[in-house]
């Protein structure tokens, strides 16, 4: 009994969805080593960025995370929740600038973590992959009126070349997760890969299929190209762990730095899988755990 009032518990849940957001973008940066992006060997193609500027954002973002998930606790979809979530995400984006000096480390995490730490509380007896992305989802394609029109690097990108982005990753129910990104994660596990292959290799097919506008605003539709060629060779190779395959990915990266050319949104939905996997092992184990 004590089990399952510990387990319906608001607060004790929030709290948790957050700290396993905040493990997410940890696990993140410090997996290594990423093509262009900071890790714990250097800091890629960024000259603004370092691993302790990236943990710094991560253990800033936790509360946000948690007061998402509040607001969010048992609520039905609907425009008061998107906007509740809109306000605490603007609150969460001007912590980060405040805490970095400006700098811009995990804007589009905050977009998919926090849309899925919201929808993970919304019912967290159905925190399987595809019911907690269906439901991030939804909360996406409500309108926010109060969202301000500004410039962004990613609209501007997604105008120019003619590509959906970050929020309409979102609006779809992150496919790019679920097709591609858990499966890989998940099929290279199996197999007997190490964590750290399996983590590399799900990067690698997010950065082989999605449309990342910081590749895009650094390099143009060429560089994005190239990179994607260049992923999904090594995929086609059998991945990080096959011969080549790691020696392949250190190329990768020098070619990167050279271009100045960073997959950051690669990146943020690889912290989101890492978080959507361990939501889906833990809120449901709990579960179970209660009611068994
Ligand atoms: C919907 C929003 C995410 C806004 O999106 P938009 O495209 O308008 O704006 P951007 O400011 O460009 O942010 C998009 C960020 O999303 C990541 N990203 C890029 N491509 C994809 C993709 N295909 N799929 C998913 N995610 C993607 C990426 O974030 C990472 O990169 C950041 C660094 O980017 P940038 O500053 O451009 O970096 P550099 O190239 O390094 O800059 P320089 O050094 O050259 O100066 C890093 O932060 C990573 O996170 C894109 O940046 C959303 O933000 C929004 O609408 N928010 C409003 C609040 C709200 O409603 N919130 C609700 C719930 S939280
Ligand atoms: N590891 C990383 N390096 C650079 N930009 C990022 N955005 C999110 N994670 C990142």
Redesign the pocket.
């Known amino acids: 009994m004590d089990n399952l009032l510990i387990d319906n518990d608001a607060t004790w849940t929030c709290l948790k969805i957050a700290q396993l957001a905040q493990w997410a973008l940890q696990e993140e940066v410090l997996l290594t080593p990423k093509p262009g992006l900071v890790d714990a060997a250097d800091n890629g193609?960024?000259?603004?960025?370092s691993l302790e500027l990236m943990l710094l954002s991560a253990q800033t973002l936790t509360p946000?995370f948690t007061e998402?998930s509040s607001v969010a606790w048992g609520q039905p979809t609907g425009k008061l929740l998107?906007e509740k979530?809109?306000?605490?995400?603007?609150d969460?984006?001007s912590a980060?600038l405040l805490a970095t000096r400006q700098?811009?480390?995990?804007?589009?995490?905050?977009?998919?973590?926090?849309?899925i730490s919201?929808a993970a509380a919304q019912n967290n007896r159905q925190s399987d992959a595809v019911s907690l992305c269906a439901r991030a989802g939804a909360?996406?394609r409500l309108n926010?009126k109060?969202?301000?029109i500004?410039f962004?690097?990613?609209?501007?990108?997604?105008q120019r070349y003619q590509?959906?982005?970050?929020?309409?990753?979102?609006q779809q129910g992150f496919p790019?997760i679920i097709k591609l990104a858990l499966p890989t994660l998940r099929a290279s596990r199996a197999k007997g890969d190490s964590e750290q292959a399996a983590r590399l290799n799900a990067l690698l097919v997010?950065m082989a299929n999605?449309?990342?506008?910081?590749?895009?605003?650094?390099g143009g539709e060429n560089a994005l190209l190239t990179v994607q060629h260049f992923c999904q060779e090594i995929i086609d190779g059998g991945g990080v762990a096959a011969e080549n395959g790691m020696s392949q990915l250190l190329k990768l990266g020098e070619i990167m730095i050279e271009g100045?050319l960073?997959?950051?949104?690669?990146?943020?939905?690889l912290s989101?899988t890492l978080f959507i996997d361990a939501l889906e092992n833990k809120l449901i184990s709990r579960f179970h755990y209660a009611t068994n």
């Open positions: 193609a960024h000259r603004d960025l946000y998402m998107r979530i809109g306000e605490i995400g603007r969460a984006e980060m700098v811009n480390t995990h804007r589009g995490a905050i977009w998919a973590l926090g849309l919201a909360i996406a926010d109060y969202i301000p500004t962004s690097k990613g609209k501007s990108a997604c590509v959906t982005g970050a929020k309409e990753e979102a790019s997010l999605i449309n990342d506008t910081c590749v895009l605003s650094r100045n960073s997959p950051g949104g690669a990146a943020d939905l989101a």
